[in-house]
């Protein structure tokens, strides 16, 4: 998962990371637990909400947003793509802080 590496580079700047995940879906968390790696206990998840729902409720501000949504495993859902999500988490940027962008290893 990325959390890892996320941290591993925070930490050489001996810089704190705090992350939030966001999972509509539990069986991806299970299955990122058994097979990616991933300690949920180590990280913030909500689970069983959409990213923009919770995106109204998170604290903040944030200095980056990672989107990493699927539906179909095909393509962005179209209200995490929207300018008003784009507007909504801009936001919630801490000043200087990076807009939302998809990551992806590989």
């Known amino acids: 998962t990325l959390v890892p590496l996320l941290r591993e580079l925070h930490g050489a700047l001996g810089a704190e990371l705090e992350v939030i ?4 879906d539990p069986v991806v968390v299970e299955l990122a637990e058994a ?15 959409d990213a923009r729902v919770a995106l109204r409720y ?10 990493d ?3 179909g495993q095909v393509h962005i859902p179209a209200h ?11 936001g919630r940027l801490a000043p200087g802080g ?9």
């Open 69 to 71: 949504a699927y539906a």
């Open 21 to 24: 995940g966001v999972e509509i």
């Open 35 to 49: 097979h990616l790696g991933l300690d949920a206990r180590a990280v913030e998840i909500w689970r069983n909400l």
């Open 80 to 90: 995490l793509c929207s300018q008003e999500f784009f507007r909504e988490v801009g």
């Open 98 to 106: 990076h807009p939302p962008r998809r990551c992806c290893r590989g």
């Open 58 to 67: 998170a604290r903040g501000p944030w200095d980056v947003v990672i989107v």
